[in-house]
């Protein structure tokens, strides 16, 4: 690979760290960032809560199990090396009923088998000790969760890449890709040049670029907004670090919860409501194109059939603010509607089978030259470091 040009799509975390790993790789490599955005981490990456997960509940032996240990560590680091916040808050899963405390059990026990250091059982008083605000029957600690900024982080990448010879071109959109000879040529209005490898991070738009280079149709992003409130600043006491609820094993999504940020801010939410654009953060904003083809889609109806009671409940919740302080009140009792201030939204781009599955798994592919991130959900800024790697491998071997 030494003196080849390689294209990194996506200036988010993910892409900001391969672009990084193949310098570490190989100084020689030219490496170029394209963003479609004026600056980076504007979507996923700069939109979250900033948690730095544990591993508490993947399955044992996947990818996300393996690469969210493995990318603690080099996270953890990263940021010492650069003076960036990395803070061990903790984090409590609360049982509310006795079901919640056998899946609570469950996770424990998968928690342990993923090696997740310190983590254990709590009974009500224990709970209390640990989050005294808190409600519930039983808990679930993990000691070493921790909180960060993952913007921050991506900018210190990305710094890391521009001082090694790296390019990073903002405002560009990809709109496609040609393969000649050894090299893709990538076009964004104009050809942007040509390259011996081109790895597609384009989070919500990644399936859109995928396809563009010829990989297969599935699995398409469908958009999930999550919608936030924090805590007015003379209520945030009520929290010490993260409160989480038990999930639900039949969803990716986690449940409203109450989470400290490294800027003492405590961010409750998120709920999950379908997008109507790809990054549509705003309810009234509305790509008619984009709904029109997921509505005719076969996969995502019957998506909605299996899950019509929980999308009206999310959507209750998105449309009501009291609603959606009784989701958290669950949990934290002295929360009241008064406590909570709007917070910018994010939006999750979620990763959808033929069949109208949930891809719940990191997927990479390739077409070519072209190595595509198909889905990288969270905990993917958690192992950003290691999912680099992985995906340079893919690119390089």
């Not at 030494?2 to 200036?11: D, K, Q, W, Y």
């Not at 981490?41 to 809560?49: D, E, I, W």
């Not at 104009?190 to 859109?208: K, P, S």
């Not at 999930?247 to 409750?268: E, W």
């Amino acid at each position: 690979m030494v003196g080849n040009r390689v294209a990194v799509i996506g200036a988010g975390i993910i892409g900001a760290a391969v672009a990084r790993e193949l310098l570490l790789r190989d100084p020689a490599t030219r490496v170029t960032v394209i963003e479609k955005e004026a600056e980076p981490a504007l979507h996923q990456t700069g939109r979250n809560s900033g948690v730095v997960h544990a591993g508490l509940y993947y399955t044992p032996g996947s990818a996300k199990a393996r690469l969210v240990r493995s990318g603690i560590a080099l996270l953890q680091t990263f940021c010492d090396d650069h003076g960036l916040p990395y803070q061990e808050v903790g984090k409590v899963l609360v049982a509310l009923t006795d079901q919640d405390r056998e899946r609570m059990s469950a996770i424990f026990e998968r928690a342990r088998a993923n090696g997740v250091p310190g983590v254990r059982l709590v009974d009500a008083d224990g709970l209390r000790e640990l989050e005294p605000h808190a409600a519930g029957i039983a808990g679930l600690h993990s000691p070493t969760t921790a909180i960060t900024d993952y913007g921050a982080i991506t900018r210190a990448l990305l710094g890391e890449v521009i001082d090694a010879g790296g390019e990073l071109r903002t405002g560009i959109a990809v709109t496609g890709f040609t393969e000649v000879g050894d090299e893709v040529r990538v076009f964004g209005g104009e050809e942007l040049g040509g390259y011996h490898r081109v790895i597609n991070c384009a989070g919500l738009q990644a399936d859109r670029l995928a396809r563009l280079a010829g990989d297969q149709e599935y699995p398409v992003i469908v958009p999930f907004r999550g919608e936030f409130a924090v805590l007015r600043a003379d209520r945030a006491d009520l929290v010490n670090g993260l409160i989480y609820p038990v999930p639900d094993p039949r969803y990716p999504f986690l449940g409203v919860h109450l989470t400290r940020r490294v800027d003492g801010r405590v961010l409750v939410g998120p709920n999950a409501v379908l997008a109507l654009a790809r990054e549509g953060y705003r309810r009234r904003d509305v790509a008619g194109d984009q709904l029109l083809s997921l509505v005719r889609w076969p996969g995502f109806r019957r998506f909605a059939r299996r899950n019509w009671a929980t999308g009206i409940r999310e959507l209750a919740g998105s449309s009501s603010r009291r609603l959606f302080a009784r989701a958290a009140r669950r949990y934290l009792p002295e929360l009241r509607v008064r406590d909570l201030e709007p917070a910018p939204p994010g939006i999750r781009a979620q990763a959808m089978d033929a069949d109208g599955s949930l891809v719940d798994d990191f997927r990479i592919s390739r077409a070519g030259r072209v190595v595509c991130v198909r889905n990288a959900p969270s905990p993917a800024a958690t192992a950003s470091l290691a999912i680099a790697r992985e995906i340079v491998d893919t690119a390089l071997g």
